[in-house]
């Protein structure tokens, strides 16, 4: 199978790179070279697996997990919903654009600190700020997808007297789910964005990996930061695989 | 009449958005101080665009945000050109930029302050690693598609590889480097806003945070319609240029 054979030819590629890399920063590292405060991988390393040993990063793990899951969970509830609904439904879709044109190009993180007032610093507020962010790509790409399916289908499914229901469910839904897709992965990794941001801004409750690196690095402590920020990394990418598979699974016709 | 109801009709949601806020507002369920008028916000509104601590702020940002994505822009275009036309540096940078997409960049921003610096130099740098991803890839996408016959003949005509890449390529990507800018210009407002929130002593977000420190929700809100008609006019902006000068 050629396809597995790129595919296995790229994973041997991308840690080839990952492993030059690694060794590229621990000799810069060594050498006077490199600012003594960032510190070399075989450090940050050393710190990653005590993090999992003394299991002292999990609760970090857990309460952002928490919060950009939720979100995004929120997310692909109300933005693939109402994207669906307006992109099938005329009156919805053009009660919702001018919705789009104006909220969209918000910033969505400059809302922190109204948010911050009115929700306190708690979880809604970052749940919010991660939804409200998250939402309008997601929104986006799904109404283009509805709105992009060949109207034969519709058609079709019309004259052979499917219910609104039926096609929404049987026709539109599956022929709109590729855009949908597109649309998860880019709330997704923003998902993860604002999960960090809105830790460290937000003076935080004390748990998260954001609130993490802010504290590791007010105290100078540059290999936690470090650490911390390859945990997120690795999460994020993690995450973006298990949307990748998911997709593979429900999308087995679309060979991609 | 006409046109108004038209209108009515076209803005109805938006419309509806600010009934219901003046509603809360006049029923008086929150305390005024946290949940102004909009009256009231558009006056501060008004009154912050004669203030130089607005404009002063916002140049900053300007600048934070233009110099990262015009950097990101010079390498990422030819990145994703080259990556299109050689197996040997797609196989290279396929994995960068394919298992790099998901992965936060901005978290490493803590980094960069110790390493440029809490200057301009660290945001700038954050802001360029975040652009970057989305239009090396529309580019790459974009310079995929570019017909073949045109490669070929613009060979057979003996043109170089440099004057491949500014007559065939280039211009045959154009639309899509277009797509890539429109993601990623938007994601450089919003870092250099988040960015300068985090650690910051001028710009845009730092002004958000200071004034949200002051505790004047009005003219919080005022930054806020400020900084979206500023990212809808950069959006229009860029539509503007392609319309212009991708006409084809």
Redesign the interface.
Known sequence: MPSSFKKS??IV??LV?LLLFLSLWQLLSMTDWF?T??SSPAVVLGIISEFFMTGEVFPHIGISLYRSIVGFLLVVLFGTGLGILAGFFQPIG???D??VS??N??????????F???FGVTDTTRILIIFTSAFFPCFIATLDGVRGINKLYLWSAENMGASKFKMLYRVVLPAALPKIFDGW?VA??LT??MM??SE??GSSTGKGL?FM??NA?AYGR?DI??A??IV??AL??L??RLLIGLRGRVLWWQNR | MKAIKKFIVKYLALILIALLWQGFVLAELFPRQLFPGLGEILLVFVELLATSDLWTNMGVTIYRILVGFLLAAIVGIPIGIQMSRSSFIDDLMQPIFTAGYPIPRVALYPIFVLLFGLGSGSKIFTIFLECIFPIVVSTYYGAKSVNHLYVWSGQNMGATDRKLFWKVFLPGTMPSIFTGFRIALPIGVVIAVLTEMISSNNGIGYFLVYLSATLSQSKVLAVVIFISLFGYGLDRLLLYVRNRYVYW
């Open positions: 030819r790229f590629i991308s790179e600012p405060y960032v053009r009660f919702f001018p919705v104006f909220f190009p918000i910033p969505k993180i400059a809302l922190l600190p109204v911050l007032v009115w992965r997704l990794a993860f964005v960090f941001s460290m801004i954001g690196i802010l690095d540059t930061v470090l911390a920020v997120i990394a994020g990418f995450f973006d």
